[in-house]
């Protein structure tokens, strides 16, 4: 049979409507990999496999099918004959998250909303007073060059044209549009600030090539080098 199996999965393009109609090739399981944010059986559903699906079904028509969940970057169907489907999808990963109508809802750094379902499947990203596509580029830039920071922020907002960054130990203020060598120096501020066991309130790195420095109350503020590290 092993034989058989794989004889069939070589086979000429044209042999798949002459096994579609067996039984024996129904499908019986579908695998779905790669599922971290959408549950398993919501991928499995959006196939929309007829009762007496048959493996050798048309991988391109049921790929797009899962293309229409919403939250989906990429998408392979596979057969594993006699009768296993395997659907391997890589998530679009949620930059912010949201207030939606029935409580927070999880965002794409294209201001859409993703179908996620974030109780069941937490989403660890911050919070937007409201959707706001620069903040989200921002918030995107930052995800992509410096996930530590970036998990730091609790939440993100603009103001007069800025973004603030609330942290939980201060604040970071971001002037649009910012690379990743912004990202970085603010990184490394911090590490040095952290070195030095000094407290901070406030980083500005608003200006080119500099990181201000706002020690906490009472104490005096510095100015560090955007890529070196932080003065007293």
Same mark, same amino acid.
């Given at each position: 049979?092993?034989v058989v199996v794989a004889a069939l999965a070589?086979?000429?393009?044209?042999?798949?409507?002459?096994?579609?109609p067996l039984r024996f090739f129904d499908v019986? /399981?579908? %695998?779905?990999?790669?599922?971290?944010?959408?549950?398993?059986?919501?991928?499995?559903?959006?196939?929309?496999? +007829? !009762?007496?699906?048959?493996?050798? %079904?048309?991988?391109?028509?049921?790929?797009? /099918?899962?293309? %229409?969940?919403?939250?989906?970057?990429? &998408?392979?169907?596979?057969?594993?004959?006699?009768?296993?489907? &395997?659907? /391997?999808? /890589?998530?679009?990963?949620?930059?912010?998250?949201?207030?939606?109508?029935?409580?927070?809802?999880? &965002?794409?750094?294209?201001?859409?909303?993703?179908?996620?379902?974030?109780?069941?499947?937490?989403? *660890?990203?911050?919070?937007?007073?409201?959707?706001?596509?620069?903040?989200?580029?921002?918030?995107?830039?930052?995800?992509?060059?410096?996930?530590?920071?970036?998990? %730091?922020?609790?939440?993100?907002?603009?103001?007069?044209? *800025?973004?603030?960054?609330?942290?939980?130990?201060?604040?970071?203020?971001? +002037?649009?549009?910012?690379?990743?060598?912004?990202?970085?120096?603010?990184?490394?501020?911090?590490?040095?600030?952290?070195?030095?066991?000094?407290?901070?309130? !406030?980083? *500005?790195?608003?200006?080119?090539?500099?990181?201000?420095?706002?020690?906490?109350?009472?104490?005096?503020?510095?100015?560090?080098?955007?890529?070196?590290g932080a003065a007293a």
């Open positions: 049979m092993a070589l086979s000429p393009w044209w042999v798949a409507p002459v096994l579609r019986r /399981r579908v %695998e779905v990999v790669g599922s971290r944010y959408l549950a398993p059986e919501v991928v499995a559903r959006a196939l929309g496999l +007829a !009762e007496r699906a048959s493996v050798f %079904e048309d991988l391109g028509v049921l790929e797009s /099918r899962v293309r %229409e969940l919403g939250g989906i970057a990429e &998408v392979h169907l596979a057969r594993r004959l006699p009768g296993t489907l &395997v659907v /391997r999808i /890589r998530e679009l990963e949620p930059v912010a998250l949201a207030e939606g109508p029935d409580g927070l809802v999880a &965002v794409g750094p294209d201001a859409r909303p993703l179908p996620y379902d974030v109780a069941a499947a937490p989403v *660890d990203a911050p919070v937007l007073a409201r959707v706001d596509r620069s903040v989200l580029r921002v918030l995107e830039t930052i995800q992509a060059t410096d996930l530590g920071l970036y998990a %730091e922020i609790s939440s993100a907002r603009s103001r007069g044209g *800025d973004v603030v960054l609330e942290l939980d130990g201060g604040r970071v203020l971001l +002037a649009p549009p910012v690379d990743a060598g912004v990202v970085l120096s603010v990184s490394a501020v911090r590490r040095d600030l952290a070195a030095r066991s000094l407290a901070w309130r !406030e980083l *500005d790195a608003r200006y080119r090539g500099w990181v201000v420095v706002r020690r906490a109350a009472g104490r005096a503020a510095g100015v560090g080098e955007g890529r070196g």
